[in-house]
Structures are given as structure tokens and as C-alpha cells.
């Protein structure tokens, strides 16, 4: 297939995937503020898509951007990310789902770290691995092994790490408002 094959295949596609999802060209317009006339050229195929005109639907729609420039029917199912690496954690993204509910598998290196409690909007679930994760969770201060679940809402100060003894792994759900605070956060400035 060549790309002008598959750019000729993004115009139908998005009109179907808003129509499935009942949202007027106003609606989207709205949310995404690309221009009526542009939403209506894009699905109509008179105007070729770019990264800049999709980022926004695929984010408004709440879809990954492939699933709006299309994906083989057959394929590797495997998601294959990059770790990423914040405040010496190393977080390994399992999920797709721009603006949806986010998973990572996350690496605490052994140390002993002072707990700096924070809150956010959201909830999160936690599964541990490996290791033994210190929790900070309010006025709670406990400590899971290995196969052990925690789930909180995210309002009440919270904070996780290892106890020390080891490096952790543990597996981590959570909202939009979760990744923003976990993953992409920029460290504090001293």
C-alpha cells in the first residue's frame, strides 16, 4: 500500500469514527479548534492530513493517532515502548490510549528516599511485582510485597518507593491527571 493509498483511507475513517461516536463537525470543531470547513475537507478527502490536524482529534476522540491514519488487520500485537526515565524511576508505558486511563510498569531503584507526599485529581491502582514498595498514603505509612494491590484515590497525599531493602517493581494504573503528575512531571528546581 503507499502512502497516497493511505492518506486517501484517513478522510472515511475519521468521518466514521465520529459518526459512531454521534459527534456533530460543530462539536468536534469545538473541541479540538480546527476550523468546521478544515473537519469537513479532511473527511471528504480534499485535504491531506497532517500530524498537526490529527493530534487533536485522536485526543478529542480519546483514540490512538493509528487508529485514525489506519494499522495492518494483521500485525504484532505486542506494544513495544520506550522506558522512560523521571526522577530516577524507570517507567515502561503498557498502554496506547491517548487521554484515557494509563498503565506502566515502574522501576524504584534500592535507596532510601524521604517521602514528599503529593495529590492530584484521579485514582490509581497499584500491583506489586517485586521487592517491597514503602507507601505513603495520608497518615498511613505501610509496606507491600510482592503480589500485593493498593488502590487510592489520588486526592489524599500520597507517595511510593522502596523501603531500602531493594530494588521495586510494580505495575501502576491511573487517569490523565495521574500521568501528568507520575510520569511527566519535571523535577523540582533546587
Known sequence: MTTDDVLAEVGPRLRR??????????????????????????????RKPSLELLLPIAQAHQVPLDELIGTPAVGDPRVRSKPLVRHGRTYWPLTRQPGGLQAYKVLV???????????HEGYEWLYVLAGRLRMVLGEHDVVLAAGEAAEF??????WFG????????FLSLFGPQGERMHVRAQPRRS
Open 17 to 46: 469514527i465520529r459518526k459512531d461516536r454521534e459527534v456533530t463537525l460543530a462539536a468536534l470543531s469545538e473541541s479540538t479548534g480546527i476550523s468546521v470547513s478544515t473537519l469537513s475537507r479532511l473527511e471528504s478527502g480534499l
Open 109 to 119: 531503584p534500592q535507596g532510601r528516599e524521604e517521602p514528599e507526599p503529593r495529590t
Open 153 to 158: 484515590d489520588t486526592r489524599v497525599p500520597h
Open 162 to 169: 522502596s523501603t531500602g531493602e531493594g530494588p521495586v517493581e
